[in-house]
Structure formats: C-alpha cells, structure tokens
C-alpha cells in the first residue's frame, strides 16, 4: 500500500512564493518517479511538473517554466514543489501522484497513486 502525505497550499497574493511537499508512505522500500497536477474549478486537471525516480530527470508545463521548481528530498520519499512569482491563474487543488520507477511522466493516467490534494489561491 502506498499513501502520498502532501502540504504546503495556502492563500497568498500574486507574486508570493509557497513550497508543497509530499512525502511517499509505503511498506516496501521503492523508488517513484513523482508528479504534480493541478485542477482549477470547472477545468480538467492539468500537468505541472515531473521528476524522474532517480531525481536526474525534470519536466514542466510551458506555464509553469522558469518559475516552479520540482525537486526531491535527501530520503528520496519526499518532493518538494518551489512556486515562485504566483500568478491568479495558479489557482487549484494541486495533487501529486507517484509511479513505481518511474520516468518523467506527463500524463495523469499514468500514475499508480495521488494525493488527496491541497488547495493554492492566488489573490490578485
């Protein structure tokens, strides 16, 4: 069984930074390659970011390019999410999601296990 633990949503203005965790609880030691989606009301849920089980590798969404960094903690079980210079059109429940040796993985399909979520909200 894996559970994914996140935190770090808020309500900040536009421009401000925030920093989400989520951290991988599991039985079986693993490796996973992590993701970050968002879903704004009304909207399907989207990419954010990615990286590889490894940490070596990252991607992003166009929109989120140069100003959201996606990286992994010391112990590998946890992935941070660094948001800087916020936008309104940030807003949403982010959600991260994990794969089991996973590469860099974009679509939301092609992972095993999601969060519950935690709400961003950019005030403008």
């Known amino acids: 069984q894996v559970q994914l633990v996140e935190s770090g949503g808020g309500l900040v203005q536009a421009g401000d930074s925030l920093r989400l965790s989520c951290t991988v609880l599991r039985r079986t030691f693993s490796d996973y390659g992590m993701g970050w989606f968002r879903q704004a009301p009304g909207k399907e849920r989207e990419f954010v970011a990615a990286?590889?089980?490894?940490?070596?590798?990252?991607s992003y969404a166009d929109s989120v390019k140069g100003r959201f960094t996606v990286s992994r903690g010391n112990a590998k079980n946890t992935v941070y999410l660094q948001m800087n210079s916020l936008k309104p059109e940030d807003t949403g429940a982010y959600y991260c999601a994990s794969k089991a040796l996973g590469g860099v993985l974009r679509e939301w399909n092609e992972y095993d296990y999601w969060g519950q979520g935690t709400q961003v909200t950019v005030s403008s």
């Open positions: 990286i590889s089980w490894s940490g070596g590798s990252t």
